[in-house]
C-alpha cells in the first residue's frame, strides 16, 4: 500500500495508540527502532504514518484503532494537503454512494490499477450532477429553469472582465450616468440587457482527478470506502468535513446548522436556491434537497466551491452548479432569476470592488458605501431573484442603523422589498459576542400598497455562557412571527418579541431597522407580577442559607495529622492529574477557570488541535492554578462530560483511598494554598503538586467530606441569593422608570 507519503505527528500517533503524548516521547527515548522524522520541525516533528503503523503494529499497541481515527490521519497527512485530500475522498464517496459495484470492481486490484480506473468511472457519476453552470442552451435566463443539455461537463467558471469584475462574455459597457438617488423609486434594470447573452463557462470547477493526481490518494480512498460501509456515504463525508473545519478554525467562517435551518424554513420551498458566498455549502445544506430542484453556489476560494459542490451532490439528486469567483465582480450567473437566495456574506468588507462597479446595473436600490459591503451583497441577491422570489441574509447588526446606508435602507422599505429584520441571540454565529441580524427581503410582484415590515428581536433566548441560544425556542418565535405575518401582511404585536412596524414609521432621518429600537418591552417582563415572583423567590433562597449557615465553630488545639502531598499521591495512585487546556478532537463544552470560580456551568470553547482533550467525570477535582484564589470544584453530573480548559488541574480520585469531598475541602485551605504558591512580576500561579492534606482513615474523610459539601451547597445558595438579588433591583429600576411599578 503507497501510504508513506502520508505524515502523522506525535500527537496523532497517540491517538491512534490510544496514549498519551508523553508515552510517545518515551517510545522515541527508549526504542532505537522506532521510525524516524520525515518532516515537520524539531519541536514538532512528523512521521510516516505507514512506517508508525508497522512498528505500533509490532509492538502490538495496534490492536483497536477507530477506523474513523486512522482515516482521519490519512486525510489530514495527505501529500497534497487535507483539502485535495478531501476532495478525492468526495469523489470517491460520490462513487460508492452511486455505484458501488463499480467501486467494488475497480478497488479489486492493486492501487496503480485503482488509480488508473477511477477517472472514468468518476466521470460516468459527476456528470449528471454537475452540470453546465450557464450557457449553451443550458438555463433560461428568465425564468432561472433549465433546458435538457446539449453535453454533460464539469461545473464552470467566467473570466472576469477587467473594468468591472462581471463576465466577460455577458458584459455590455454602460455609458456613465449620475448617481442614483435612493430616495426617488427608480425603475428596475432592464433584465433583457442582463440576461440575453449567457456567459460562456472556460474553466472547470470540479474536474474529475486524473490517474496521476488519485494515486497518492488511494490508501485514503480505500480506508474511505471502508468508513462508508460502516457510517454510510453521506456521513463519512460530514465527518471528514467537519473534522477539517475543526482543525482549521482560523481559516473558515461556517454557518452554524441551526442558523442555516432557520434561514432556509424563512425562505421557505423552492425550486431554484443560489448562494454566492457558499464556504462549505452549509445553507444549501440546510434545504430539503429534493430532484427536480437546482442549486446554484458560488465562492472566492476554490477548495470551497468544490468541496460545496460535493457535499451537495451527496446529499441530493438535484444538479450542482458551482463556480468560483468573487460574486460582486465576478458573478458567475448573471442570467439568473432564483426562486431562493441564501447568503452568509463576509461582513465589513471595505475591499469589495467599490471603485469598479460604480456603474453596475445590480444597485437597483442605490449604490452602496464603501463601508457597506453588506448592502452590496443584499442588491446581488434581489437581482439574481425572480419576481416574488425570497432572499435570507446573515447580517451584522451595524447595517440596520449605520447613516452611511439609510438611503438604500429608506428604498428597500419604499418599494416593499424588505420585508423582516429578526435579532438573533447573542452565539448564534462568529462573531459570537455581537447579536447578529437576519435580513428577509422578497422582490415584489407588484407595487405594495401600505407595507408593514415584521421586527422580531429573539435575545432574550441566549445560551448559558457561550452554550450557544435555545435553537428550538428561536425557531418557534421567529417562523410563527414570520408565517403569520407573511400569510397577513401584518402580525399583532407580540410585546418583546415581534411587531409589523409599518414603512413610513421607518422613514425618518436615521431609517433605524434594529428591532430592539421598536419592540414595546414584554408586557410582564419586570412588571409588578414578575418581580412579585423574583422577590418570593429571594426570601426562600435566604430562608434556605439561614438553614444552611453553618454551626458555631468550636474552638480546638490545632490538629497535628501526618501530612501528605498531591504530588505523592499521584505517584502512588491515589488519584490522576491531567492538566486542561489542549484542546483536541473532542466536541463538547469547555469548563474555564472563570466558570470554577464564578460557579457556572462550563462556557468555553477551544481550538482544534492534535492534542488530546482532557473530559471531566463526576467526582473529579478541577483546581484553578492562577489567581491567588483557594477556589476548588467537585464535578457534579450536570458538568461531568466538559472539556478540561485551560489553566486548570483535574484531580481524578481513586474513591477506595479518596473521598472527593475531602480532598476538595482540604486544598481550600488559605495556608495550604500560600505555601503552595509562587509569585511572578504580574501573577499568582499554583503548584498543585505541593497542596497538602491529612493522611486519614476513609471513614474520617467522610465525616470531614459531608461538612465541606454542606459549605458548598451554602456558598452556591449565597451566589443564587445575589443574582437573584440583582434582577430584583435591576426590575425595580426599569419598572419605575417605564411607569409598570408606581413609586408606592
Known sequence: MQDNATEVTAAGIARLAGVGRAAVSNWRRRHADFPKPVGGTETSPSFALAEVEAWLRHQGKLAEVPLRERVWQQLAGHPEGPATGLTHAGFALLLVHDRPTVWLEASAGSDERLAALLPAALEQVAAPRFAWAQGEGGVHADAGT????????????????????????????????????????????????????????????????????????????????????????????????????????????????????????????????????????????????????????????????????????????????????????????????????????????????????????????????????????????LARLRDGGTAVLLMPPATASRRSGRRIRADLLRRGVLRAVVALPVGAAAPYNIPLHLWVLRRPEQAPG???????????????????????????????????????????????????????????????????????????????????????????????????????????????????????LARGSALVMRTGGNGGHARGPVLTDHDVLAGTGPSGTLPESEDEAVLTEAGDVVVPVLGGGSVVRVVDPATAGAVLGRNLVLLHPDPAALDPWFLAGFLRGTANNRQASSYASTATRLDVRRLQLPRLPLDEQRRYGARFRALDEFERALRHAGRLGDQLVRGMYDGLTDGTVPPG
Not at 458560488?298 to 460545496?308: F, I, K, R, Y
Not at 458567475?332 to 441564501?342: E, Q, S, Y
Not at 431609517?511 to 430592539?516: C, H, I, R
Open 146 to 381: 433549465e433546458a435538457p443539455p446539449t453535453v454533460n461537463r464539469p461545473v464552470t467558471v467566467n473570466t472576469p472582465d477587467t473594468v468591472s469584475g462581471r463576465s466577460a462574455a455577458s458584459h455590455t459597457p454602460a455609458a456613465p450616468h449620475p448617481p442614483v438617488d435612493p430616495y426617488t423609486p427608480a425603475a428596475p434594470p432592464a433584465s433583457a440587457a442582463l440576461s440575453a447573452t449567457p456567459a460562456t463557462p472556460t474553466t472547470p470547477v470540479v474536474p474529475v482527478p486524473t490517474g496521476p493526481q488519485l494515486f497518492p490518494s488511494t490508501p485514503l480512498l480505500r480506508g474511505v470506502a471502508e468508513l462508508a460501509a460502516e457510517l454510510g456515504a453521506r456521513q463519512t463525508f460530514e465527518f471528514l468535513l467537519g473534522r477539517h473545519l475543526d482543525a482549521n478554525p482560523r481559516q473558515y467562517t461556517p454557518t452554524p446548522t441551526e442558523l442555516a435551518r432557520l434561514m432556509a424554513d424563512l425562505a421557505g420551498p423552492s425550486r431554484t436556491v443560489l448562494d454566492p458566498a457558499c464556504g462549505t455549502g452549509a445553507l444549501p445544506r440546510a434545504l430539503d434537497i429534493r430532484p427536480g430542484q437546482e442549486l446554484y453556489v458560488q465562492d472566492s476560494a476554490p477548495e470551497l466551491a468544490v468541496l460545496t459542490a460535493l457535499r451537495l451532490a451527496l446529499h441530493g439528486r438535484a444538479p450542482v452548479r458551482a463556480a468560483v469567483g468573487d460574486s460582486l465582480r465576478a458573478d458567475a450567473f448573471p442570467w439568473l432569476r432564483a426562486d431562493t437566495v441564501l447568503c452568509h456574506p463576509p461582513f465589513n468588507e471595505r475591499n469589495w470592488g467599490h471603485d469598479e462597479l460604480a456603474y453596475d446595473p445590480r444597485w437597483e436600490y442605490g449604490f452602496p458605501a464603501r463601508a457597506e459591503s453588506e448592502l452590496a451583497w443584499v442588491q446581488h441577491a
Open 450 to 568: 401600505r407595507p408593514e415590515v415584521l421586527l422580531a428581536d429573539a435575545g432574550q433566548f441566549t445560551g448559558e455562557g457561550r452554550g450557544g441560544p435555545d435553537w428550538q425556542a428561536v425557531r418557534d418565535v421567529v417562523l410563527d412571527a414570520w408565517r403569520a405575518h407573511d400569510r397577513d401582511g401584518t402580525l399583532q404585536e407580540r410585546p418583546g418579541l415581534a411587531r409589523s412596524v409599518p414603512v413610513i414609521e421607518l422613514l425618518d432621518d436615521d431609517v433605524d431597522l434594529a428591532p430592539a429600537r421598536h419592540l414595546p418591552p414584554p408586557a410582564a417582563a419586570d412588571g409588578a407580577e414578575q418581580l412579585a415572583a423574583v422577590r418570593a423567590c429571594l426570601d426562600a433562597t435566604l430562608r434556605l442559607t439561614a438553614g444552611l449557615t453553618p454551626p458555631p465553630a468550636v474552638t480546638a488545639p490545632p490538629a497535628r495529622w501526618p501530612l501528605t502531598t498531591i504530588g505523592e
